[in-house]
């Protein structure tokens, strides 16, 4: 089954303790990117990676950190989690580079950072 | 940056009426514009979709008009029904680069039996 997966689905932590989010796709997809999801504040994108090796930062990247070492993978790091990264967290992927064809969501990851 | 507005935030239709969705852009080169459908717990999930040349588009109940001169484009959903019932999100792909999407803040829609 073609999907998107993020790890965990849920996690609560506290200030400062890194943390990595997992996201693999198993669609051969090229770009990937991740997203924050704020009450009221839609959909913002954090960074997005057209393929291995080749990311580039979003509307909202302060704070974070992403690595492509392979195509499935696109992992979100926060080095120094804040409280004002408590969101709901959507990796997302699409085919040839482009989100032409629509882009694949995850089912989300929701952080609390107390 | 590419700016995009949503309205409304929230909608209540009766099964079987339609409900519109309307969304403005800034970026008068924007060129892709997708609609996305949120269920409770779920992540956004691609409905329809618009290009720049191309004026209307339509599946089975779902429609997207788009008006490049007034920068704004619209989601209609005919005979809507309670399975309808979700967070729709709009979206515009910027100028400045081709792999950047910039959403609205996302309507509501309650569809009631």
């Known amino acids: 089954e073609a999907q998107v997966t993020q790890n965990p689905r849920y996690l609560i932590t506290v200030t400062g303790k890194k943390l990595t989010v997992t996201c693999s796709q198993n669609?051969?997809?090229?770009?990937m990117s991740w997203y924050r999801q704020d009450p009221g504040l839609g959909l913002r994108q954090i960074y997005y990676?057209?393929?291995?090796?080749?990311?580039d930062k979003g509307d909202v990247p302060e704070g974070y950190k992403v690595s492509r070492k392979e195509k499935r993978n696109f992992p979100l790091i926060l080095e120094s989690p804040s409280p004002n990264q408590t969101s709901l967290y959507f990796c997302?992927?699409?085919?040839?580079?482009?989100?032409?064809?629509?882009?694949?969501f995850g089912p989300g990851t929701r952080l609390t950072v107390l | 940056g590419e700016n995009v507005e949503q309205h409304p935030s929230t909608l209540s239709v009766q099964e079987g009426d339609s409900a519109v969705i309307k969304c403005t852009y800034s970026?008068?080169?924007?060129?892709?514009f997708p609609w996305y459908k949120q269920e409770l717990g779920k992540g956004p999930q691609l409905i329809i979709d618009i290009r720049s040349n191309v004026g209307e588009k339509k599946d089975q109940r779902i429609a997207v008009t788009l008006n490049k001169t007034a920068k704004h484009f619209s989601l209609h959903i005919t005979e809507t029904q309670p399975e309808d019932s979700a967070v729709y999100f709009c979206?515009?792909?910027?100028?400045?680069?081709?792999?950047?999407?910039?959403f609205g803040k996302g309507t509501s829609l309650l569809v009631t039996p």
């Open positions: 669609m051969n997809h090229e770009y």
């Open positions: 979206a515009a792909s910027p100028r400045y680069s081709g792999y950047a999407l910039n």
């Open positions: 997302a992927s699409s085919l040839e580079g482009s989100f032409l064809m629509g882009q694949f």
């Open positions: 970026d008068s080169a924007s060129n892709y």
């Open positions: 990676s057209m393929n291995v090796e080749a990311t």
